[in-house]
């Protein structure tokens, strides 16, 4: 089991910037695949951004390409998520997830929420327009 923090969340005016933070417990972490969900009240948690264990291939969601960053240091077992040009509708509960198993398989990302063993207690954003 791997314990998982994020921080960094908060409020900010719509075109503003967040960067969000996840620290992992764990030293073998630069062998899990991690990466970023979202949930807004009454929807389904997504994947917003993913990225393998040596940090080469990231895979984003269309809605935030252009605008999020994923990266990883796994000097210091944690993840980032640096997020630019916020919309009100990106208001959510932020949680960062990691599993043992490879982001990609057979040339496939899996990054639907069921893969993932690991999971932090979410770090809320909060977009005003």
């Known amino acids: 089991q791997v314990q998982l923090v994020e921080s960094g969340g908060g409020s900010v005016q719509a075109g503003g910037s967040l960067r969000l933070s996840c620290a992992a417990s764990?030293?073998?972490?630069?062998?899990?695949?991690v990466g970023w969900f979202r949930q807004a009240p009454g929807k389904e948690r997504e994947g917003v951004a993913f990225?393998?264990?040596?940090?080469?291939?990231?895979w984003y969601a269309g809605s935030v390409k252009g605008r999020f960053t994923i990266s990883r240091d796994n000097a210091k077992n944690t993840l980032y998520l640096q997020m630019n040009s916020l919309k009100p509708e990106e208001t959510a509960m932020y949680y960062c997830?990691?599993?043992?198993?490879?982001?990609?398989?057979?040339?496939?990302?899996?990054?639907?929420?069921?893969?993932?063993?690991?999971w932090g207690q979410g770090t809320q954003v909060t977009v005003s327009s």
């Open positions: 990225i393998t264990t040596g940090g080469g291939s990231t």
């Open positions: 764990t030293y073998t972490y630069s062998t899990y695949c």
């Open positions: 997830a990691a599993d043992g198993a490879p982001c990609v398989n057979y040339g496939l990302w899996y990054v639907h929420p069921g893969r993932f063993a690991n």
